[in-house]
C-alpha cells in the first residue's frame, strides 16, 4: 500500500543538484526539532489534504520531457510503511529517486539504496554526535543510528549525497558547524540551511531573526575545509557541478 503524500512540489532546481526535480512530502516525524518549519506536516497532517499518487504521476508522465527526478521527503519518510512501495512506483513509471532523511532508520536507507531505485540520498545532520543532538531533534536521538547511516553514505554505497545542516541562532555556531564537517569528513557535500522562522514545531522560534547569509557563509568556508564541498542552499553560484548517472 502506498502512503499518504501530503504535498507535492512539482519543480525545483536546487534540492537535487544537477537535476530538475519534483518533490513528494510524506507526513508524520520521529523527531520535534523546535525549529522545524513544517510543523503542519510533522504534528498536524490530517489537516492537509491527501494527493492521490495517480495524479503525480499523470504530472510526471506529462513533463517527462524535463523532469528527470522525484525526491521524497517529509517530515521523516522512513517512518512510512508504505516508502518502499512508493520508491517501486516511482521507478516503475521511470524516474529516479533522490530520499530525504534524518537518518535515524539506517536500515531502511540501507535496504531502499541496495534495491537500486534510490539513486541520491539527503541526510540532514543536526548536531555534533553528542548531548547536543537530543536537544536539537526534540527527541532522545539513537546516535549510533545516525554514525550508522553516516558511515554508510560516506562508503560510497550511494552515486550521490549530501549532509545538511540547519542553522538556528542560538542553537549551533560556527565552531558546532565545524565539528559536524569533521564527524563527516570527505563527504562529497555539506550544504547549510537558514533557519526559516515559519509554522515552527516551537511557536517561540517564530521570534527569533536567520542569521545573517554572511555570516552563514563564512560557516560553510570553515566547514568546506573537511569535506569536498560545503555551500548555503540557495546561493546558486556555489552550487556543486551537475552530477548525472
Known sequence: MLPQIKGFLENTLIDWPGRIASELFLPGCNFRCPFCHAAHLVVRPNQLESIPFDTIRDYLQEHRDWIDGVIISGGEPTISVGLPALVEAIDEAGFPV????????????????????????????????????????GVEVDLDAIRRSIDFLLSGAVAQYEFRTTVPPGFLDADAVVEIART???????????????????????????????????????????VERCWVRGLEEVLPEPKKD
Request: with cysteine; hydrophobic share 35%.
Open 184 to 226: 563527516i569528513e570527505g563527504a562529497q557535500a555539506y550544504v547549510l540551511q537558514n533557519f526559516q522562522p515559519v509554522d515552527c514545531i516551537d511557536p517561540e522560534m517564530t521570534r527569533l531573526k536567520p542569521l545573517d547569509v554572511e555570516e552563514l557563509k563564512g560557516f560553510a568556508e570553515r566547514a568546506g575545509r573537511c
Open 98 to 137: 533522490k530520499l530525504d532523511t534524518n537518518g535515524s532508520n539506517p536500515e531502511i536507507v540501507e535496504s531502499l539504496v541496495k534495491g537500486g531505485a534510490v539513486r541520491a540520498v539527503s541526510m540532514d545532520v543536526k548536531a555534533p554526535l553528542d548531548e547536543r543532538y537530543n536537544k536539537l531533534a
